[in-house]
């Protein structure tokens, strides 16, 4: 088969969208080092307003590629809040900040669950699928994989229409445009190539954003919802909205605010405890992490570098509170 190299999604007309797509909104208690918490959380809310409305005004439901909230235990409020405002229908394949310890075995546990015992969210691990033929005429089935787990091809059948494939895994646009050195994110040609079956594939983890297609199929990569670091600064979150017909998106702009992205924690200006601890675990590790990353982002990439073993990197992930 020769190799198809996608190009980027161009701007379309607007459209009926019959799903909405995200990823990575990472629904918080806490606030970022690099914004102000009044500011940010009001940020938030309206954010998950905005797409709660947008789902309800074309009649349609959110698909979401993981890591809905930022820790998996989210407190009473953050759950009610979420309730009120997010769309009626969510499709969720869990990432690994839903998850304790990143374990898919103890979902029952977890903030995403509770939404799911609601009624407002279906967790997508596993392959599992749901034919959806209810919002529009065609029928489209949404299947989903969570944080670890490594997507197969959908079985084909002749009754739907579209397929759809929600998938928490570490994506980029090309091999040189890793999130980070050695991230080993899978480039969207080789899903392009390895999950032919499905007609969109909906990716998260990776906070960057890009669209794809390729000889009439995509593969989608939202990005994160909020702005909660530095290098974000000039970041514009988005969602996209689908059209199964033509199986086409259009990026839709979720609303920000310029100038509230501060990088003076970065400059020594106010350092915080929690940023002194993360900075000497990472002398203590001799340059093995990036200092631009995440804490947890440096632990999975320290986890793998040395090969510790799942039972371990499990303990560790208990021992934080992840």
């Known amino acids: 088969m020769a190799r198809t190299i996608p190009r980027p999604m161009p701007a379309l007309r607007k459209m009926r969208y019959d799903a909405i797509l995200g990823a990575d909104s990472h629904i918080r208690d806490d606030c970022p080092t690099c914004r102000d918490p009044g500011e940010f959380f009001n940020a938030q809310w309206t954010k ?37 405002l997010m769309p009626a229908t969510t499709y969720v394949a869990p990432g690994q900040h839903d998850l304790p310890q ?24 596993g392959g599992r699928s749901f034919v959806l033929d209810r919002f529009r005429p065609l029928i489209w089935a949404v299947g989903g994989y969570g944080y670890g787990e490594t997507a197969q091809n959908a ?19 090309e091999n040189k445009n890793q ?13 392009f190539l390895t999950l032919d079956k499905y007609d969109l594939i909906v990716t998260g983890d990776n906070h960057q954003q890009f669209s794809y297609v390729a000889e009439g199929r995509l593969v989608v990569n939202p990005g994160s919802m909020m702005r909660q670091t530095a290098d ?29 992205v501060s990088r003076d924690h970065l400059r020594g200006e106010k350092p915080e405890s929690r940023d002194l601890r993360m900075l000497a675990y990472i002398e203590r590790s001799k340059r093995q992490f990036d200092a631009g990353l995440s804490f947890e982002k440096n632990m999975e990439q320290h986890l793998k570098t040395n090969r510790l073993g799942k039972r371990v990197g499990e303990l560790i992930w208990k021992a934080i509170g992840q």
Do not use: M
Request: hydrophobic share 40%.
């Open 102 to 125: 990143h374990n898919l075995k103890e979902y029952v546990k977890t903030g995403l669950n509770t939404l799911q015992q609601a009624g407002r969210v279906l967790a997508l691990t």
């Open 155 to 173: 079985c084909p059948d002749p009754k739907n229409d579209k397929k759809v494939l929600l998938w928490h895994h570490l994506t980029c646009a």
């Open 232 to 260: 974000q600064i000039d970041f514009e979150p988005a969602v996209f909205g689908w059209e199964a017909a033509t199986n086409t998106v259009v990026r839709i702009p979720l609303p920000i605010k310029k100038g509230v």
């Open 179 to 191: 999130p980070w050195p050695g991230a080993g994110a899978s480039p969207v040609c080789r899903l």
């Open 48 to 84: 998950l307003k905005f797409i709660g409305d947008l789902c309800r005004e074309h009649e349609c439901p959110f698909l979401h590629a993981g890591d809905f909230f930022d820790f998996w235990k989210p407190s009473p409020l953050t759950l009610s809040r979420c309730l009120e």
